[in-house]
């Protein structure tokens, strides 16, 4: 045994957290573990939950110990076998195949004037909608989806199909409960995909365009990789962007100085984004498994430990964020994990800040005077694996 | 071994040995040299492994990429149209026994 195992301690076990409560609010209960313990055994979650931003780190930067090829992975189930459960080399081809597509260059070119177009609709839409209506279902959602729709090439699918696509094979990834009419509805978006993919991409081949699978054509990658990165990116590139969007129209409604700071610099949206996403990370946790034995940040795990990664823990954690639990735009810069790190760095982190910060933000709150909550109808805020706004009625002034 | 220096603008440095063919910005990570975040693990994809070469090593660096030339322009710190890197795209002894570079003062 090495030093480090020696003095290292066994893992304690949280029995005391239940999925109903970390669903309604996790960071109580974040806050309680981080405190106890970097990494606990949750039965509830069937899952080691590493909670402290420094064990987080050092799970994101070690592949070789912290694989992401889980075995009997609900998400392999679901969406197949992408690049987020794969690690190097074969992580890495997968992840070349996307090209220049979500990167800076593409998003200036190509996407800021498709982002553009998508938010005037959904905003007229919204607005028809009346005050009273609900900013993530009637803008922010379809705002999302349709961006995501024509990123990746879809031609041949609505941003309505997108939305079930992504709700029904995430419901999937999350399917613990082995519940036989979720997994009926993941299966059927999981052939939909597939055929809308076959469909399009002979389409594509002749019409080529900036988009995902039209890139895909012209890539040297099997389709069954095609297929399964596709679904992966349906899943991971919808609900984040709308879910950080209302987290960051819900905190600046909800903090009337920090509106007023904003509305008097528009420049600090970037920032916005960035306090939005450490506050409340849209996917607070993702899955890892060790290859051996191992000791984390102190704790012994086991070979084979079903891990799962808290970044929404990680977030607030006080040994590197003060005063964490408050939405804080002026706080110190400081790196938060809501991208996660390494070699699965969110591939479309560049998309969701041009999308959210550069053009939705900046508009709403200039064509919306005097947005505010609705004081009739609570905003809800829920989840814990994915959190966001679940409702967030809003009234406005007529301009 | 090839020798990497991050000089930090406080006048702290740290010198550093490390492996032929290890990155500049995976040193600093994994030796904990405060500045260098490398969130995207050196993909060339987030720009927080900025750093400032001296000039006197910029000879014997490799061309900048497509992809680095990309993210040099997403830096949170100026970039200096010479002497501006990615520490992701440096391999410490590849055409270079040593190198000095200096640490921005921001990556976010
Ligand atoms: C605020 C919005 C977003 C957040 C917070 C977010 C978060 C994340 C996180 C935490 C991961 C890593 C998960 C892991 O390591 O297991 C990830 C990976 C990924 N994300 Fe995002 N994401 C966002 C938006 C998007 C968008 C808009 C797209 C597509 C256009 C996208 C595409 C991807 C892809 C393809 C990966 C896999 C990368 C790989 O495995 O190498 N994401 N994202
Ligand atoms: S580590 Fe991300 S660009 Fe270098």
Redesign the pocket.
């Known amino acids: 045994m090495t030093a480090e195992a020696i003095a290292a301690r066994p893992v304690p076990t949280a029995d005391w957290v239940t999925i109903e409560d970390l669903y309604r609010n996790p960071f109580p209960i974040y806050r309680k573990m981080r405190s106890e313990a970097p990494v606990h055994w949750v039965p509830a979650v069937n899952r080691y939950m590493v909670t402290s931003y420094q064990a987080c780190h050092t799970v ?1 930067n070690n592949q070789e110990i912290f694989s ?1 090829d889980e075995t009997n992975s609900l998400m392999k189930r679901a969406m197949g076998h ?3 459960r794969k690690d190097d080399p074969e ?1 890495d081809v997968d ?1 070349k195949s ?1 090209g220049s597509v ?1 990167r800076p260059k593409a998003i200036k070119e190509h996407w800021n004037a498709i982002f553009q177009a998508n938010h005037e609709t959904y905003l007229a839409r919204l607005k028809s909608a009346g005050p009273g209506a609900d900013l993530i279902w009637e803008y922010a959602a379809p705002y999302a989806a349709e961006n ?1 729709r024509l ?2 090439g879809f031609h041949n699918a609505t941003q309505e199909d997108m939305q079930r696509w992504s709700q029904t094979m995430i419901n999937g990834t999350g399917n613990y409960a082995d519940n036989p009419d979720v997994w009926a509805a993941s299966e059927k978006s999981y052939n939909e995909v597939d055929d809308a993919i076959d469909e399009i991409l002979p389409y594509l081949r002749k019409n080529p365009d900036s988009s995902l699978l039209s890139g895909m054509t012209s890539m040297p990658i099997p389709l069954e990789a095609i297929r399964a ?1 596709m679904k ?2 349906i899943g ?3 609900n ?2 709308r ?2 969007l209302g987290v960051a129209v819900w905190a600046l409604l909800s903090h009337p100085d920090q509106l007023a700071q904003v509305l008097a610099d528009p420049a600090l949206y970037p920032t916005v984004f960035e306090e939005s ?1 450490r506050w409340v ?3 607070g946790m ?2 890892r498994e060790t290859t051996r034995d191992t000791v984390l940040e102190g704790v012994q795990l086991p070979k084979g430990a079903r891990l799962g ?1 808290v ?1 929404g823990a990680a977030n607030r954690d006080p040994e590197v964020f003060e005063d964490p639990e408050s939405f804080n735009i002026n706080r110190p810069k400081k790196p938060h994990l ?3 790190g390494g ?7 560049w ?2 800040k041009a ?2 910060s550069g053009i939705a933000l900046p508009q709403l709150f200039a064509e919306l005077p005097n947005l505010r909550l609705d004081p009739e109808r609570p905003a809800v805020d829920a989840g814990w694996v994915f959190r966001g706004m679940t409702a967030l009625p809003v009234r406005w002034d007529a301009k | 071994m090839a020798k990497v220096s991050f000089h930090h603008n406080d006048g702290n440095v740290d010198v550093l040995d490390v492996d032929p063919g290890t990155s500049l910005m995976r040193a600093a990570v994994t030796n904990g040299v405060a500045g260098i975040v490398g969130e995207c693990g050196g993909q060339a994809m987030c720009a927080t492994c900025h750093v400032y070469v001296r000039p006197e090593y910029l000879d014997g660096l490799p061309e900048i990429s497509e992809d680095e030339e990309e993210m040099l322009e997403c830096t949170a710190d100026p970039r200096d149209e010479d002497r501006s890197r990615l520490g992701c795209q440096i391999k410490a002894g590849e055409g270079l026994d040593e190198i000095e570079v200096d640490v921005p003062a921001s990556q976010i």
């Open positions: 994101e992401a992408s690049m987020l992580h992840r996307y979500l995501l990123v990746m990165n992966m990116t991971g590139g919808l984040e962007p879910d950080v996403v990370a849209p996917i993702y899955p990664v970044v809501a991208f996660g070699n699965h760095y969110c591939a479309g982190a998309v969701a999308s959210v």
